[in-house]
């Protein structure tokens, strides 16, 4: 089975800093995609921010572009969701996201982590 824990949430002041992680762990042969997603209440989950297949990264707006960094360690399969200018409109539910092959299995499934809450608020 593949897994993915995210960690880092909870309340966060305006001011302060953000950072989530993400583990993806499992019998994997190989991980072709991984990324942020967001669920504020009321609203439909949106897509933060991912790296595609080809390493390449896209935000799923300017704001978030403006203010977040997404990076990855692929040696551990760990992903990383950074801001130092986080906002009330931030607050959300994080999900991690991965498409992933796994070992001894033919073709390649979505998987996502249980949610880490976000807050933001003074």
């Known amino acids: 089975q593949v897994q993915l824990v995210e960690s880092g949430g909870g309340l966060v002041q305006p001011g302060g800093s953000l950072n989530l992680s993400c583990v993806v762990s499992?019998?994997?042969?190989?991980?072709?995609?991984m990324g942020w997603f967001r669920q504020a209440p009321g609203k439909q989950r949106e897509s933060v921010a991912n790296?595609?297949?080809?390493?390449?990264?896209?935000y799923g707006s300017d704001s978030v572009k403006d203010r977040f960094t997404i990076s990855r360690d692929s040696a551990k399969n760990t992903l990383i969701l950074q801001t130092s200018s986080p906002k009330p409109e931030d607050t959300a539910v994080y999900y991690c996201?991965?498409?992933?092959?796994?070992?001894?299995?033919?073709?390649?499934?979505?998987?996502w982590g249980p949610g880490t809450q976000v807050t933001v608020s003074s």
């Open positions: 996201y991965s498409r992933v092959r796994v070992r001894f299995e033919e073709g390649a499934g979505d998987y």
């Open positions: 499992g019998t994997i042969y190989a991980v072709y995609q």
């Open positions: 790296f595609t297949h080809h390493s390449e990264i896209s």
